[in-house]
């Protein structure tokens, strides 16, 4: 796949998107997001079981390149950010969020407004040592947006992301890790060597439960318990129609490890 703005490698089952604007960081263009949502839907009809998305340069990516946003006006004089939100930013966040494989954000660099929601999107987050987070939007008199407000509070919890939110500082990566925003935080150097071997771990296991077990995770902290339960058995019902589930349990009486096709 050939794109203008990010770098598409496929090895096997696993596949590595890399943006590819490092003179700006990475900053977030109208065909950035295009593409990125071209590439993931593209590689769902490629049987890929994992993947990375990673920052070309010294940055993972530093949101929207407010230089390159398309601003329009309301009939009010003001200006409708929301447009570009609806056709550009949101569309990408769904894709990464719903992808039917999963999805491993390997932060190597500054992680900035929609930049991290991008990688909060994605499953698992590992983080370089020298990458930093930030929820810049108040700097610069904006709501926090792409899904800020959704992943934001449910990793940290609400006290911690008012304060990212409203006070628009950074934080380094070894503090997001303990904080819980993201998974791992490794030496610089080994961090791309770190993701393969956690995407070569995912790819090993049965996609499509993994997949499931998104949706639970996420509808789990707006449903009370009884829809929760309702929701894992009609989870567990889809399992047990997959070939996975049915090998993982015949491995388990077996006493094998279990062959895993992701389907």
């Known amino acids: ?30 065909r950035m997001l295009a593409e990125l949502r071209e590439g993931v839907s593209a590689l ?24 390159d946003v398309e601003l329009l006006h309301d009939e009010q004089g003001g200006i409708d950010l929301g447009l570009s939100l609806e056709r550009d930013f949101n569309p990408t966040v769904r894709a990464l969020a719903r992808a039917p494989f999963p999805t491993l ?5 500054p992680c900035v407004g929609a930049g991290m929601s991008l990688a909060l999107a994605c499953d698992v987050t590992l983080a370089a040592r020298a990458a930093y987070f930030c929820q810049a939007f108040t700097n610069v008199g904006l ?9 934001l509070p ?6 911690r992301a008012a304060g990212m939110v409203l006070l628009g500082g950074r934080i380094s ?14 030496d610089d150097a080994a961090l791309l060597s770190e993701a393969r071997d956690l995407a070569r771990q995912l790819v090993e296991r049965p996609t499509t439960t993994l997949v ?7 509808e789990s902290s707006r ?10 058995r009609n989870l567990q019902r889809i399992t047990g129609r997959t070939h996975d589930t049915m090998e993982g349990i015949r491995a388990f009486a077996e006493k094998r490890k279990p062959r895993f096709l992701g389907s």
Request: hydrophobic share 45%.
């Open 1 to 30: 796949m050939d794109f203008e703005t990010l770098r598409c490698e496929i090895d096997g089952p696993i596949a590595q998107i890399t943006l590819q604007r490092p003179a700006n960081l990475n900053a977030l263009t109208p």
């Open 44 to 67: 769902a009809d490629k049987r890929i079981r994992c993947l990375i998305l990673t920052g070309a340069g010294r940055g993972f990516c530093v949101g929207a390149d407010l230089v």
């Open 105 to 109: 954000a390997a932060v190597n660099g």
């Open 143 to 151: 709501v926090p947006d792409s899904g800020s407000t959704f992943f």
């Open 154 to 159: 449910r990793l940290v919890g609400s006290a």
């Open 173 to 186: 990566a070894e503090q997001a890790a303990a904080w819980g925003l993201v998974w791992r935080c490794v």
């Open 212 to 218: 499931l077990c998104r949706q639970a995770l996420i």
């Open 223 to 232: 449903n009370d318990l009884d829809q929760q339960l309702d929701l894992e």
